[in-house]
């Protein structure tokens, strides 16, 4: 079965951390492509990282730009994960944060980082992030 399975999230005070995790199985995770989305309530989904989603390339990493030097996007390919770390949290960063995987060949012809919610295929269940300022 194709899973993603996010965990890490909780109620933080602003100016607290959290690092996010998403454990993967069911494919063959060198193959994908993954994204962090988050969506607050009465919001669309943002797109805020991803990792092997720059052309095709192994590794490779996007942010959001409201969110550069805050976020961090990590994989340990050995145990099939992925993690956010996630610094310096406001209020605004409350949302639900979900864990996507796409095949990394889309992001060859996609024509720009692979951070559109719309070109990934498998998502997990989401996991709540609460900042109380």
């Known amino acids: 079965e194709v899973q993603l399975v996010e965990s890490g999230g909780g109620l933080v005070q602003a100016g607290g951390s959290l690092r996010l995790s998403c454990a993967a199985s069911g494919f063959t995770f060198d193959d994908y492509a993954f994204g962090w989305f988050r969506q607050a309530p009465g919001e669309e989904r943002e797109g805020v990282s991803c990792?092997?989603?720059?052309?095709?390339?192994?590794?490779?990493?996007y942010y959001a730009d409201s969110l550069k030097g805050r976020f961090t996007i990590s994989s340990d390919n050995a145990k099939n994960t992925v993690f956010l770390q996630v610094n310096s949290l406001k209020p605004e960063d409350t949302a639900i944060y979900y864990c996507?995987?796409?095949?990394?060949?889309?992001?060859?012809?996609?024509?720009?980082?692979?951070?559109?919610?719309?070109?990934?295929?498998?998502w997990g269940q989401g996991t709540q992030v609460t900042v109380s300022s």
């Open positions: 996507a995987a796409a095949r990394i060949s889309r992001s060859v012809w996609y024509g720009g980082p692979l951070l559109n919610p719309h070109e990934y295929d498998v």
């Open positions: 990792i092997g989603c720059r052309d095709g390339i192994k590794g490779s990493t």
